[in-house]
T-cell receptor, first 109, second 113 residues
Framework: SQQGEEDPQALSIQEGENATMNCSYK?????LQWYRQNSGRGLVHLIL?????REKHSGRLRVTLDTSKKSSSLLITASRAADTASYFC?????????FGAGTRLFVKA | DSGVTQTPKHLITATGQRVTLRCSPR?????VYWYQQSLDQGLQFLIQ???????AKGNILERFSAQQFPDLHSELNLSSLELGDSALYFC????????????FGQGTRLTVV
């Protein structure tokens, strides 16, 4: 299946700490994206990393991609209570973009 | 605000009925995607259209159908509804037909009773 698998399923940290979420997949991809979803609301695009890129930054976000291990990680530095949300990796191959089950992040103030 | 508009926001209907969900993509976006999100299934890809043509199909039931109109808005039709069809249905749009970020609407929460 093209679907990514996020790890961990849930993560609880203190404000100010870093949060790391991982995504593993099995098929070849064109790019990998990370999205965020606040409870019951629409998904918001965070970052896209292409298959020929290894690392990308956007503000407090850092994404890495290792195509040899078929895995990606999302690091949120200096987390804030407002970062509490579900985070999804999305794999794009051909016309489809398939989402993983997500990681629920809870940041305690 | 993502620029993607979905109507209605909430829908309650009985089993066996048929409903239509509507999506207006961002201005200039030619691609429209439909996803179903339920508690036990995560976010499931249903179908994608690009400039009026179907481009990809996911786990879409035969009771469901969709189309994209010349003005690029899209409709998802759900018929013979079952309790298990209760979910959040999201529409997303993007400029290109692949390999690009998608912008999501706020979803339609469908409850089948």
């Amino acid at each position: 299946s093209q679907q990514g698998e996020e790890d961990p399923q849930a993560l609880s940290i203190q404000e100010g700490e870093n949060a790391t979420m991982n995504c593993s997949y099995k098929t070849s991809i064109n790019n990998l994206q990370w999205y965020r979803q606040n409870s019951g609301r629409g998904l918001v695009h965070l970052i896209l990393i292409r298959s020929n890129e290894r690392e990308k930054h956007s503000g407090r976000l850092r994404v890495t991609l290792d195509t040899s291990k078929k895995s990606s990680s999302l690091l949120i530095t200096a987390s804030r209570a407002a970062d509490t949300a579900s985070y999804f990796c999305a794999l794009t191959g051909g016309f489809k973009t398939i989402f993983g089950a997500g990681t629920r992040l809870f940041v305690k103030a | 605000d993502s620029g993607v508009t979905q109507t209605p926001k909430h829908l309650i209907t009985a089993t066996g009925q048929r409903v239509t969900l509507r999506c207006s993509p961002r201005s200039g976006d030619l691609s429209v995607y439909w996803y179903q999100q339920s508690l036990d299934q995560g976010l499931q890809f249903l179908i994608q259209y690009y400039n009026g043509e179907e481009r990809a199909k996911g786990n879409i039931l035969e009771r469901f159908s969709a189309q994209q109109f010349p003005d690029l808005h899209s409709e998802l039709n759900l018929s013979s509804l079952e309790l298990g069809d209760s979910a959040l249905y999201f529409c997303a749009s993007s400029v290109e037909q692949m390999n690009t970020e998608a912008f999501f609407g706020q979803g339609t929460r469908l409850t089948v009773v």
